[in-house]
């Protein structure tokens, strides 16, 4: 059985270097990057979200793994969608929402220089609630907690244990520039 891991939160909250750093670090996993896409829609959300949904849906069906670490905000009917999608594919699904305070989403966190216009849609996910998602099995605050923390509490409360050395990106073919 497959078992799904939805890391949410608002842009530049940590979803994508917690996401990749579970999976380099868990056995037969893959690493899922929702935005990762490939189509642009010139600003139009809806339906970005739309093709972010698609694209994580073929992943989890198209790849062989047993640990996915998807990252990916999550509005509470993209939750709802998700749940439902892995478990009518038998798979069970969790949630973990990742929420600094909105002074720290909207530094400069590692080399990420935020653009105008990700400083904007920070703000109004914070407005639209995304760092306390009531679906959340797990909201962690990793403002003041190192990376390797974060894992950690996460691997501890849902049970994820032993590395793995070459974990598999969606798709089941290695990339050697994640970002």
């Not at 990762?36 to 073929?58: P, R, T, V």
């Not at 009917?77 to 998700?82: F, I, K, P």
């Not at 080399?111 to 959340?136: C, H, Q, V």
Request: with cysteine; proline share 5%.
């Amino acid at each position: 059985m497959k078992k799904i891991f939805f890391i949410n939160g608002t842009i530049n909250s940590g979803k994508t270097t917690t996401a990749r750093e579970l999976a380099l670090t868990t056995p037969n996993s893959i690493f899922i990057d929702g935005d990762d896409h490939g189509k642009s829609f010139n600003g139009k959300l809806k339906y970005s979200i739309k093709a972010g949904h698609n694209y994580i849906k073929e992943q989890i069906e198209g790849s062989d793994f047993i640990y996915g670490f998807v990252a990916y905000p999550l509005r509470n009917e993209d939750a709802d969608l998700l749940r439902t999608f892995c478990l009518e594919k038998g798979s069970e699904c969790y949630f973990i929402t990742l929420a600094p305070p909105l002074e720290t989403a909207l530094s400069t966190r590692g080399n990420r220089f935020l653009k105008d216009w990700e400083i904007f849609r920070i703000k109004e996910m914070y407005a639209e609630g995304y760092p306390t998602r009531k679906f959340s099995d797990l909201i962690i605050d990793n403002s003041k907690i190192t990376i390797e923390d974060v894992i950690k509490e996460i691997k501890n409360r849902f049970q994820i244990h032993a590395p793995h050395p070459n974990p598999l990106p969606a798709g089941g073919e290695k990339k050697s520039n994640c970002t």
